[in-house]
């Protein structure tokens, strides 16, 4: 069916098609149209489900942390100090290999006190054991949160996923969304290390130095095989509903001699500059990252690289922009643009693009050099 | 692309307005979106919503710049906003008023939003309902079509009273 919903809607909607069994939400600006409307569905008898209202975001995660160790499927949404608060629970949830999954509606972190679009909330988190996802439109968010849940639960991976929204210019913009049937896409969740009071274990009691590595070289094992299965949940949904994205999504980039790289929204905006730019003669393109986690390998070479971030890890740089340089060769112009909901418009990407210098920080309305 | 501004206060449904404009826009088959711009809104706030429709899908998320429609729900905003700031040239202007209303010698569609709602007695907590009716004026200018208009009405509100208000705008509507 196709309708016209916010990105909001959109998540929750796919969702509710996925069924969880348990789902545990405290709401936040600009996150709490997903959960509203989940709270919804539950309460009109359309998910069959239990939803624990709880007092605060720790809460949140710590009850689906406890819904999903005994191998039921689990939901939470959350946004910048919210997903800050679960921090604690956030790195549990991945190393009790956990498939949990969450939206993020991607929001600046105070203070100064600021709702609108920044990726500093989740990409503080990264190193947490999650797998990271950035959409940039509402049909992506739609079909990025069902494969989401595949992709958590498939036993190769068994980590949590969160997706991750602009707030307000996707999670409250209205776009057409076609939703679909999922069917068999997602299997029932089978979590092999479930709780079972038949067979009585104990989870995660201490573990001294000679185990606990262990434990660690299994998550990033089962990262490493993320990126396969990732493209093979891709590869089996795109012959399914006819939808494929990629762990990047490129635009115009077979003959570009310089590439913008971005997340979420920004890199859509960027596509129009590339337009525009192509238009004056210069052959740029738009490599719009998806997965953060696993970070993908990018082929970059031979080309100019502009990397805007939306986001900034303090005394050290962009996050994007850092991590494209330790993993490519290539010295990207990094533009510093976005954050807290600051206005970029693709006249402002395509003079990122034009007054490009390689190695160089830019940031985007600060006067002088930084 | 057609893009347009909607300029109202906290309460008298800019936002509700914008998102039924991008879905009487998706019946009539085209691409739309409906972007608020959530600012320090609050009731009698000056608020600001846009829309877009095109024929391909829309890429641009940034607020709209260069509108070729200005909507304007509460005409108190004129002497204290600038309405007509990045107006296309050639570009349309629609005011809820009563009577004519002068803005830089620009020609001014009015049409009373206000005197059709308390008409109608569609009132909802004290405040006449705007964002339903004012669809029937944009159809009138060409932007959706009224068939489309009074159909994203009837999807999104029960109440009739916002389809047959939406018609008397498109009847009423001074171009």
């Known amino acids: 069916m196709k309708e016209i919903v916010t990105a909001n809607y959109a998540v929750a909607e796919a969702v509710k098609q996925a069924v969880p069994g348990v789902i545990a939400a405290y709401p936040i600006t600009p996150q709490t149209e997903i959960v509203e409307r989940i709270a919804q569905y539950v309460a009109r008898g359309e998910l069959a489900c239990d939803y624990i209202p709880v007092e605060s975001e720790h809460s949140a995660m710590a009850a689906c942390i406890g819904a999903s160790a005994v191998g039921i499927r689990t939901f939470t949404a959350t946004s910048s100090q919210g997903l800050l608060y679960m921090h604690e629970m956030l790195h549990w949830a991945a190393g009790a290999r956990l498939p949990i999954v969450m939206a993020n509606v991607n929001r600046a972190v105070g203070p100064p ?35 989401a849940f595949r992709i958590a639960e498939d036993e190769e991976v068994l980590l949590p996923v969160m997706v991750n929204l602009d707030g307000f210019l996707l999670s409250h913009t209205m776009q057409d969304l076609e939703t679909l049937e999922p069917g068999t896409f997602i299997p029932a969740l089978h979590l092999p290390h479930a709780i079972d009071t038949a067979h009585p274990a104990a989870y995660a009691p201490l573990t001294g130095p000679n185990y606990y590595y262990r434990f660690r070289w299994e998550m990033e094992r089962s990262m490493r095989a993320a990126r396969r299965v990732i493209t093979r949940v891709e590869e089996d949904f795109a012959g399914r509903f006819g939808r494929r994205y ?42 719009r990252l998806r997965w953060f986690r696993p970070f993908p390998t990018l082929d970059l070479a031979g080309r100019e690289v502009v990397v805007i971030d939306r986001d900034y890890s303090f005394g050290f740089g962009g996050v994007l922009a850092r991590s494209i340089r330790s993993t490519t060769r290539a010295e990207p112009f990094s533009v510093i643009a976005g954050l807290g909901g600051q206005e970029v418009t693709h006249e402002d990407i395509a003079s990122f693009v034009r007054e490009r210098k390689p190695g160089d920080e830019f940031w985007f309305g600060v006067k002088g050099d930084v | 692309m057609y893009e347009i501004r909607i300029h109202s206060r ?38 600001v919503a846009f829309a877009r429709i095109d024929e391909s899908p829309i890429r641009t998320y940034s607020q709209v710049r260069s509108p070729d429609l200005v909507v304007v729900l509460d005409r108190t905003l004129v002497p204290v906003i600038d309405v007509l700031r990045g107006l296309k040239p050639g570009g349309a202007v629609l005011v809820n008023s009563g009577h004519a209303v002068a803005l830089d010698h620009m020609k001014v569609h009015r049409v009373d939003l206000t005197g059709i709602a308390l008409d109608e007695n569609l009132v909802i907590a004290g405040e006449p309902v705007l964002d339903t009716p004012v669809l029937g004026a944009i159809a009138r200018l060409g932007v959706i079509s009224l068939e489309s208009a009074t159909k994203a009405i009837a999807e999104m509100f029960q109440d009739p009273r916002n389809v047959s208000a939406a018609e008397r705008a498109y009847r009423e509507v001074l171009l």
């Not at chain 1, 989740?122 to 069902?146: F, H, I, K, N, P």
């Not at chain 1, 001699?257 to 590339?274: N, P, Q, R, Y």
């Open chain 2, 10 to 47: 906290g309460g008298q449904g800019g936002v509700t307005a914008a998102r039924l404009i991008a879905l009487a826009a998706f019946l009539d088959g085209k691409h739309a979106t409906a972007t608020p711009f959530y600012g320090a809104e609050r009731r009698g706030a000056p608020i």
């Open chain 1, 113 to 147: 006190w600021n709702v609108w679009a920044d990726h500093t909330d989740s990409l503080s988190q990264r190193d947490t054991g999650w797998l990271q996802v950035y959409v940039a439109t509402a049909q992506e968010a739609y079909d990025t949160t069902l494969m």
């Open chain 1, 246 to 287: 990629g762990v990047t999504e490129e635009y115009r980039c077979e003959d570009a001699d310089i590439l913008v790289v971005a997340m979420g929204t920004l890199a859509k905006e960027a596509e129009v500059a590339v337009d525009r730019l192509r238009a004056e003669g210069t052959p740029a393109g738009v490599m």
